[in-house]
């Protein structure tokens, strides 16, 4: 059984305003990759439809088919066996076509999901029979035509006309397809494209709304993709050289770690162009020095491994950054360039000292640019005699590297700003619940107390003085709490924004936890709260810390162990020379503790250990995002420690030592910090 008709064509008779557009076998291979990639990273349960042309290309993607199957059970691969490949079942379903079939020559993928859906459907250009493995180039320089499309409308068609083919060789496949037709809306959108003419369909852009991402990389793979043809023609004969473009390529593809990339790519070119040194290294036209991290060198060549590369008196590399072209000097003794250098007076000698000292007889400098935005160099050493004469194609080939690493830096640097864009947004989400949780019920139910208690005094002359008495400290003491969380807004909004004048000055860190006692008690002295141990000695060393915002720390920590510590237990603050300029205060209490995977969580905006609106302790949950802000400013580190839920917590601060300074001065500065204090409580 055969179909002569292709697939593409068969699609263009539906489609007539549709035109192919032509791609490279690389450019096919990352297509396909990022399609896969977005069905294993979905939780969608997609229709996929897959057709190679050969068994052997099937075969290096098996693995990831297999894993695309645990997320759904409608996987269709076709291919034209050659050894082991055959109609199954398992796992997914596979269709072994006829060799005289058109699909030998064609190269699909089709992701049909609830979201979304997309489809590569392409023809190789060049129908030359695959009797055996081709080299790298003739891999390299494969083309095909056909449409990448996210248009549901050509997606859904392209793959019921390809369902139709899988039921020619699988007849038994029918009732799972006819599912798959259901549970995708085959037919809901195929009823759209009944008029042929239809303005949704009226577009010659095969990439209607890609990936943003996906379609950069394509277009930087086409680009780079026409130099590495050219720089085959004289290449071919070295299979180590077309290997490296493949290797640097797939590790690009399969890979979003820079370091491996870069890593791979050093090795490959150095290895592949017989150079004694090859380096790539990250840099902008603006910076001074950079670190060799990335390096491949022969045997005995001296190593730059982890040397600081200086970039600012490096006329080469000036030359390079401002014409954004790549430089090669076949032998540094005669070069005219450096001669010039060498003569003129005010010219540093940097360059002359690197020849000399690494010996480098032949240097080639390729910029790695993106948009014209310099993203690093690649550099090439030859120290052997002769002195290497670089051809043309080695340029060339050293061009595309360059601007392969580029892809992959760029890539790289999209997917970390995509994970930091969607963990600011996740973290903003959750911030602005919880601001506005926390504040409703911290503004509403004080509010409404106060409401109540003027109401009663206002509507009863006669109310006993004593009752009197009680509803206007409740009104007074909910009209403070209402304080408090304004003012602890305000403060956290200062210390976020870099409005704090700081002014440290030596201070007595047990004047200062003397001061925070006399705060929490004053504040807690119509409750009962535990016993607090004062471990601090009176000849402490002095620290450096402004005064007033030292004892702000030390009485919200108090004051957050006191409320979690039940009256029967204590409450510990300790203190310890931590480094030789450190000074750590400890708080430590016998608690409800904390659980080991929250205690970074804890010092977050608005953090309540028992959600924002069940709470049995108060508060706003903005004291420890407070206490970390006011430790950071100074330099310091702010960190919790506890074994678990009712094991107890501690939390520790460091505070620079300040030797020098006299005991008088902290004297006045705490007095200063108390006098603010009482001051505010009033």
């Known amino acids: 059984m055969s179909?002569?008709?292709?697939?593409?064509?068969?699609?263009?008779?539906?489609?007539?305003n549709w035109r192919p557009q032509m791609?490279?076998?690389?450019?096919?291979?990352?297509?396909?990759?990022?399609?896969?990639?977005?069905?294993?990273?979905?939780?969608?349960?997609?229709?996929?439809?897959?057709?190679?042309?050969?068994?052997?290309?099937?075969?290096?993607?098996?693995?990831?088919?297999?894993?695309?199957?645990?997320?759904?059970?409608?996987?269709?691969?076709?291919?034209?066996?050659?050894?082991?490949f055959r109609n199954s079942s398992?796992?997914?379903?596979?269709?072994?076509?006829?060799?005289?079939?058109?699909?030998?020559?064609?190269?699909?993928?089709?992701?049909?999901?609830?979201?979304?859906s997309c489809?590569?459907?392409?023809?190789?250009?060049?129908?030359?029979?695959?009797?055996?493995?081709?080299s790298l180039a003739m891999e390299a320089s494969r083309r095909f035509e056909g449409i990448w499309t996210f248009d549901p409308q050509v997606t859904v068609k392209a793959a019921e006309l390809l369902l139709n083919r899988i039921l020619t060789y699988r007849p038994e496949l029918a009732k799972k397809i006819e599912q798959a037709r259901q549970t995708h809306f085959f037919s809901s959108i195929l009823g759209e494209t009944g008029s042929k003419e239809s303005p949704t369909l009226a577009s010659n852009n095969p990439t209607d709304n890609p990936d943003p991402f996906v379609q950069r990389l394509v277009s930087y793979l086409q680009a780079s993709q026409y130099k590495l043809l050219k720089a085959n023609k004289s290449l071919a004969a070295k299979q180590q050289k077309e290997k490296?473009?493949?290797?640097?390529?797939?590790?690009?593809?399969?890979?979003?770690?820079?370091?491996?990339i870069l890593q791979v790519a050093v090795h490959e070119l150095g290895e592949g162009l017989q150079v004694s040194r090859c380096i790539v290294y990250q840099c902008h036209e603006d910076d001074e020095i950079t670190t060799i991290n990335h390096e491949f060198t022969q045997p005995?060549?001296?190593?730059?491994?982890?040397?600081t590369w200086q970039l600012k008196n490096n006329p080469l590399l000036e030359q390079v950054i401002n014409s954004h072209e790549t430089i090669a000097i076949n032998d540094t003794k005669e070069d005219k360039h450096l001669n010039q250098k060498k003569k003129s007076k005010n010219t540093n000698n940097h360059v002359n000292n690197l020849i000399e000292e690494f010996k480098i007889s032949s240097w080639l400098l390729a910029p790695v640019l993106y948009q014209d935005h310099l993203l690093g160099m690649v550099e090439l050493h030859h120290s052997q005699e002769p002195a290497k004469v670089w051809q043309a194609e080695d340029i060339a080939l050293v061009d595309a590297i360059a601007t392969q690493i580029g892809v992959a830096l760029i890539q790289a640097e999209a997917y970390a700003n995509l994970q930091d864009l969607n963990e600011q947004l996740e973290a903003l989400d959750r911030t602005r619940s919880n601001l506005v949780a926390i504040t409703g019920h911290e503004l509403r139910t004080p509010l409404s107390t106060i409401q109540v208690c003027l109401e009663s005094l206002a509507t009863e002359?006669?109310?006993?003085?004593?009752?009197?008495?009680?509803?206007?400290?409740?009104?007074?003491?909910?009209?403070?709490?209402?304080?408090?969380?304004?003012?602890?807004?305000?403060?956290?909004?200062?210390?976020?924004?870099?409005?704090?004048?700081?002014?440290?000055?030596?201070?007595?860190?047990?004047?200062?936890?003397?001061?925070?006692?006399?705060?929490?008690?004053?504040?807690?002295?119509?409750?009962?709260i535990p016993k607090i141990n004062n471990l601090v000695p009176s000849k402490s060393p002095l620290v450096k810390a402004?005064?007033?915002?030292?004892?702000?720390?030390?009485?919200?920590?108090?004051d957050n162990a006191c409320k979690f510590t039940n009256e029967d237990g204590q409450v510990s603050i300790i203190v310890k020379v931590d480094k030789f300029d450190k000074l750590k205060v400890t708080i430590a209490d016998t608690g409800k503790g904390i659980e080991p995977g929250r205690l970074e969580t804890v010092f977050d905006r608005f953090y309540q250990e028992e959600g924002a609106l069940r709470r049995s302790s108060g508060g706003t949950g903005l004291g420890l995002a407070i206490c970390r802000q006011i430790v950071q400013g100074w330099g310091g580190r702010i960190w919790a420690e506890s074994v678990g839920k009712n094991q107890g917590s501690k939390f520790h601060f460091t505070i620079p030592m300040f030797e020098t300074a006299s005991p008088g001065s902290s004297k006045k500065t705490a007095l200063k910090s108390s006098q603010t204090k009482q001051n505010k409580s009033k």
């Open 3 to 16: 179909v002569s008709q292709t697939l593409v064509s068969q699609l263009l008779i539906n489609f007539p």
């Open 119 to 134: 489809c590569l459907i392409c023809g190789e250009k060049n129908n030359v029979p695959h009797t055996k493995p081709a």
């Open 300 to 307: 005995g060549v001296t190593s730059l491994q982890d040397t």
């Open 546 to 558: 402004d005064g007033e915002w030292l004892v702000e720390v030390l009485a919200k920590l108090l």
């Open 461 to 528: 002359p006669d109310m006993p003085p004593e009752l009197r008495q009680i509803m206007l400290s409740t009104a007074l003491g909910d009209a403070e709490r209402m304080r408090n969380l304004v003012q602890d807004f305000l403060t956290l909004s200062r210390l976020e924004s870099g409005r704090v004048d700081w002014h440290p000055e030596a201070l007595s860190i047990s004047e200062c936890v003397d001061l925070a006692l006399s705060n929490v008690k004053a504040r807690s002295s119509e409750e009962k």
């Open 90 to 116: 398992q796992g997914y379903e596979t269709i072994a076509f006829n060799e005289q079939d058109s699909l030998n020559h064609e190269w699909h993928l089709i992701v049909i999901g609830k979201q979304y």
């Open 244 to 260: 490296l473009i493949n290797s640097v390529t797939d590790s690009i593809r399969r890979s979003l770690n820079t370091e491996e």
């Open 23 to 84: 791609y490279f076998k690389s450019s096919l291979t990352a297509l396909s990759h990022a399609m896969e990639d977005r069905v294993l990273a979905d939780s969608d349960d997609p229709l996929v439809i897959a057709s190679f042309q050969k068994e052997r290309y099937y075969r290096q993607e098996a693995h990831r088919y297999s894993r695309i199957a645990a997320k759904t059970d409608q996987v269709y691969v076709l291919a034209a066996p050659e050894a082991e």
